[in-house]
């Protein structure tokens, strides 16, 4: 080969921070602040409170490959934080408040963030905590300088913080493969890991994410992230909205329908994406107050599987589109999208709507998928098959933070975890996750699987499934059932519901009801439900 | 900084297409044929096919950094080579056929291509430049067997070379900064110049191609590239197509009105693009038979400015929008492309029209734009102050194939060579080319805006404005017109028709007659005409 000679541009979340000063200075970031008040600027003001911000940063002596650490809401402050702390150079590590303290102490010990930037829903988490994070030299608290609160970690105030520096900064031009975001998975068992996102990974995924295949972005869209940004960046949107021209709406905290109702009617908000639960809130508020989806398009949904009542909902009563997604922290963090395709359409506009709606998407460029058995030989795209997925890419996972080996094999491939199918329209389905799949006489019963079918059991609320010990087929499912208040649920009736939708042997050996534990992202926790039950079906 | 740990994974042209096999496998690639029939396959049926042109082009002993070249229209065996050569590490320079003799032998020449493939149109052009063309030791017709001409070169057929090869290939991976493609550029002054793309520049151009302030292709397009596959690589349709799934339709060198009909009509074509004059053929083909434009949405415009009544033509009787587009060979080639903004829209239908069609476009990520004064100075984005554009990023050219020195300066601008406006909404209107622009007493005179008004002069077919030596203002204009067949137009009545539509002193001192010298890329041969008008204001 001979070199080409176009310029090596190194590929810097900062250059997305200039395009949208440049080309779309005077579109709008909007943001709930945790103090409650609405606040409003734009591309420019974002672009000149991140050159004062970087300025700060330097002052305090944070230097390139520093990490500097978050404990915050979707809020223009946090947002500030997203591209100037990578921007200089140092990498922004965006805690996850809903962790257990031990796993907060965990991640700030292996992190070693020289500063800690924190909304004051969260000064009692760091109050109590201070004391085991011996690397923060210095807190500052994400508020106005009104009403300011030091507490006793002593916190500066981050307006305090930037108010005086000047609104220019040189932004460093640095190899693209440098850390620009450190994000820990909080995996049911072990220690929390990091997955340490380069610049060229995010800037990337940006770009793919707004194609049609992906989110479908347009400068007129208005896009509302209610993932959280501590979570895997909150799906890139800071990124892609950007780059898109995109307005950006910020909602904090406030997850409850009505907070969301008066961002989407008054910012004309497009498109949103979060986990099921806050759409079925949504949906039930508008219910109650007979309000209207105003502008919206385009719901993601992502974390666990859509509820098919919930995507139905949204489009008959409110004609917005619902579309899954998948994705992992190791994947920077977009694998697949659930958007349509002609040889879809082809099939009818139910079909395509049942696709989209169970299928978690289709390839996107820019990530690989293969699915495999148990000795690593690729299964068909049959859309029947399942086995472990695998995925590799520009933006997966080569390594974990600190860990010796790489976790990707040697020809780029990462084990998910999940168990999944590929069809042959591109399109993947998870069927469980790799743990959580139940082994019943050497063969496989997919727990997400059957916990769909029991959702749809009237006066269910929330159906899991977990394999627990079984003397004689190895494990049998067992059914955790929690009940709408007020229902009246039996173990006969779940029964009689389930046959005539399961294949006889995936029937459950047991139904308990009770209140289903969730993990800290909102998952049901299998590991949990699996203690709880181990002996269930011993006796 | 602390490097990012995740995967390096290069961006190499073979990974767009090994995506569209996994995706999009069924999505059909349509091509007419040099032979004049119809070629169906898909982008599996490619993906196999360029396995085998890979095979091939090994056994031939074509190795990693070598020069292949093309002289060929747009089909699916020229597609083919877009794919295969770059994908073993060779470099397909693509030849624009269209050039002189003499220019053609300098690119064969300086780009030392060890293999020639080329369409049978081409043969009589093979045939009489062979002997200057020492480099190549084979030559390949791209061509049927039936009835295949090996010529005086010996020929061998290219469907015979690949027909007994496997239909599996190991793409080789490598540096992402490797070169691609050569593709020089036709000026009107001096030598050709050779542009390396890489393939990094490619792909990153490709992806951000499809986003909506782009292209805004989605898996429904059909996409029709009328820009030729040798002139920068087609505005890199051939991978931004299959990265979003969209079929393709490749129109081979007919682009009379009823070959284009036959294939928007036929194919569903929903996007186009090409120069103007394609466009206004094929609008006048369809006033003459009474068809319609089917299917078709977009047709972007390139190469020169759009005609303002063609755009209302398409949009008015056909509810087709034109975009316009700027970029050369050196930007891989995209610059700007002229899609809506919010901004605009608030202006209204009309106005967002306007701005559509009279600017070249908006930034876009990845493209840095700037317009400096003669001393380098930055000028305000007003929409009013012209300078020198001036662009950077990671698809614009660094040096060009065989130079000593960068072309783009330290901070890693590159001179356009055009004269530019930057307004508020980030829309860049090109107002003249350096070497054009009539320096009229130190004032500058566009002489394309002047071209655009003289060209709604009834009867006017095409107007030409050069700047020719005078010896009192330093250089005035001369209006070089040639008329519609049996139009009568007089100097009288242009100069009527201009004086209350431009400025006094803009008004041509010099109206003439006559047919308009063309460039190799369908340009107006501004050069000639300066050379034949030179002496006409100096008596």
């Given at each position: 080969m001979i070199p080409g000679l176009m310029q090596t541009t190194p590929l810097l979340t900062t250059s997305i921070l200039n395009f949208a000063e440049a080309a779309h200075p005077r579109r709008e970031i909007v943001s709930r602040t945790v103090e409650g008040r609405i606040h409003r600027y734009d591309y420019a003001g974002l672009a000149e409170r991140c050159r004062k911000l970087?300025?700060?940063?330097?002052?305090?002596?944070?230097?390139?490959?520093?990490?500097?650490?978050?404990?915050?809401?979707?809020?223009?402050?946090?947002?500030?934080?997203?591209?100037?702390?990578?921007?200089?150079?140092?990498?922004?590590?965006?805690?996850?408040?809903?962790?257990?303290?031990?796993?907060?102490?965990?991640?700030?010990?292996?992190?070693?963030?020289?500063v800690l930037f924190y909304d004051a829903t969260f000064a009692p988490l760091v109050e109590r905590l201070a004391a085991q994070m011996p690397s923060v030299e210095r807190f500052v608290l994400l508020a106005d300088e009104d009403g300011h609160q030091p507490g006793a970690v002593g916190a500066e105030n981050y307006e305090a913080l930037i108010a005086g520096e000047p609104d220019t900064f040189d932004w460093p031009v640095f190899d693209e493969n440098a850390a620009s975001f450190l994000c820990y998975t909080s995996g049911t068992t072990g220690d929390p890991k990091g997955v340490l996102y380069s610049h060229r990974a995010v800037v990337l995924q940006a770009m793919a994410e707004g194609l049609a295949s992906a989110f479908g972005f347009t400068a007129f869209d208005v896009v509302m992230p209610c993932s959280s940004l501590y979570h895997a960046t909150a799906w890139g949107l800071p990124f892609a909205a950007p780059i898109n021209g995109c307005k950006l709406v910020l909602p904090a905290e406030k997850m409850d329908g009505a907070s969301l109702q008066e961002l989407i009617e008054g910012e004309g908000v497009t498109f949103s994406g979060g986990v099921p639960t806050i759409w079925t809130m949504y949906l039930d508020y508008l219910k109650k107050t007979g309000g209207s989806t105003g502008t919206l398009q385009r719901v993601v949904v992502g974390g666990s599987a859509v509820p098919l009542a919930m995507a139905e909902s949204f489009k008959t009563d409110h004609g917005v589109q619902v579309l899954q997604i998948w994705g992992m922290t190791e994947t920077c963090p977009l694998g697949v999208i659930a958007t349509p395709t002609p040889a879809l359409a082809e099939l009818g506009q139910e079909a395509l709507d049942q696709a989209i709606w169970t299928r978690q998407g289709r390839l996107q460029f820019g990530i690989e998928l293969k699915?495999?058995?148990?000795?690593?030989?690729?299964?068909?795209?049959?859309?029947?098959?399942?086995?472990?997925?695998?995925?590799?890419?520009?933006?997966?996972?080569?390594?974990?933070?600190?860990?010796?080996?790489?976790?990707?094999?040697?020809?780029?491939?990462?084990?998910?975890?999940?168990?999944?199918?590929?069809?042959?329209?591109?399109?993947?389905?998870?069927?469980?996750?790799?743990?959580?799949?139940?082994?019943?006489?050497?063969?496989?019963?997919?727990?997400?699987?059957?916990?769909?079918?029991?959702?749809?059991?009237?006066?269910?609320?929330?159906?899991?499934?977990?394999?627990?010990?079984?003397?004689?087929?190895e494990e049998r499912p067992v059914l955790v059932i929690e009940t709408h208040e007020g229902a009246n649920v039996t173990v006969d009736g779940v029964i009689e519901f389930l046959t005539p939708r399961v294949v006889k042997w995936w029937l459950p050996d047991a139904v308990e009801f009770g209140a289903v534990p969730m993990t800290a992202t909102g998952k049901i926790d299998k590991k949990c439900l699996r203690a709880a039950y181990k002996d269930r079906l011993m006796a």
């Open positions: 970087a300025n700060a940063l330097t002052k305090m002596g944070v230097a390139s490959g520093d990490r500097v650490a978050s404990l915050a809401w979707n809020t223009h402050r946090h947002l500030e934080l997203f591209y100037a702390a990578p921007g200089i150079g140092a990498v922004l590590n965006t805690v996850n408040p809903r962790l257990f303290d031990e796993q907060i102490v965990y991640i700030m010990e292996h992190a070693q963030a020289r699915i495999v058995d148990d000795d690593g030989n690729e299964a068909p795209h049959d859309g029947e098959t399942s086995g472990a997925l695998m995925v590799r890419g520009p933006w997966t996972i080569q390594r974990y933070f600190r860990q010796e080996a790489d976790v990707a094999d040697a020809d780029g491939w990462f084990d998910t975890g999940d168990i999944a199918t590929l069809d042959e329209f591109g399109f993947m389905r998870i069927t469980d996750r790799k743990k959580d799949v139940i082994k019943s006489g050497g063969e496989w019963i997919s727990s997400i699987d059957l916990e769909n079918v029991a959702a749809g059991c009237p006066g269910v609320k929330v159906a899991a499934v977990v394999g627990v010990p079984h003397p004689k087929w």
